[in-house]
């Protein structure tokens, strides 16, 4: 049962592009949405967090957008760099309890020069 | 130590091996949680544990995993008579506060235990 599907697996974006990463998902329990950064050899580390009741965050060159009533949310690099190539995942977590993250499938975003 | 520390980096098991997997987090940190990534997949939740308590283990796949962390601090992950199906990296993350309803708490992940089942 994956509670919280992401697309697309794979992105290819030039430099000074915006990369876009979607994430739906099903539970309406969940109450924190964040996003992990995963580089080769690494384990993931938090990128920017969104609660349901905002419908935008913007952290430097990164932005979710959250839309409550189609439960779903996107990440946005802006003036995406070399740099950013790594692999994303979307996620969420239930309230009320302790911080188990639900994690999406990934995308590996490639930024070329 | 500065962050959270998983050894070995990488294992490699015949079919039927035990291993053992060890997590060091931030000193301190109260929460505990070992996730399971298959290639090119997001990590799986396994178990958790606050302080030395085991509050969840609804991840683990068998009876073959079992996770400990007696003293509140370093965890062990084991896996007896492994199979190729447990190749996989093991992630261990941890954080300050147990129960966190703000969402503010940060989850630090360990580099893994990468596990190949030959």
């Known amino acids: 049962q994956q509670q919280v599907k992401q697309s697309p697996q794979s992105l290819i974006v030039q430099k000074g592009g915006i990369s876009i990463i979607n994430c739906a998902y099903e539970n309406t329990a969940f109450d924190y949405f964040p996003w992990y950064q995963q580089f080769p050899g690494k384990g993931p580390a938090l990128l920017i967090a969104i609660r349901p009741d905002v419908s935008e965050k913007k952290e430097g060159r990164f932005t979710i957008s959250f839309n409550k009533s189609a439960k779903q949310f996107s990440l946005h690099i802006m003036d995406s760099q070399p740099g950013d190539s790594a692999t994303y995942f979307c996620?969420?977590?239930?309230?009320?309890?302790?911080?188990?993250?639900?994690f999406g499938t990934g995308t590996k975003l490639q930024v070329i020069p | 130590g500065a962050g959270v520390s998983q050894s070995p980096r990488y294992k490699v098991a015949k079919r039927g091996q035990d291993v053992a997997l060890r997590c060091d987090p931030i000193?301190?940190?109260?929460?505990l949680f070992w996730y399971q990534q298959a290639l090119g997949q997001g990590p799986e939740f396994l178990t958790y544990?606050?302080?030395?308590?085991?509050?969840?283990k609804s991840g683990l796949p068998s009876d073959r995993f079992f996770a400990e962390r007696p003293e509140g601090s370093v965890s062990t992950l084991k896996i007896q008579r492994t199979q190729q199906e447990d190749s996989a990296v093991y992630l261990c993350a941890s954080s300050s506060t147990g129960l966190d309803l703000s969402g503010a708490n940060v989850l630090t992940f360990g580099a893994g235990s990468r596990l190949t089942v030959l």
């Open positions: 996620a969420a977590r239930r309230s009320g309890g302790y911080q188990k993250v639900t």
């Open positions: 544990f606050q302080n030395e308590a085991q509050l969840d």
């Open positions: 000193s301190g940190h109260v929460s």
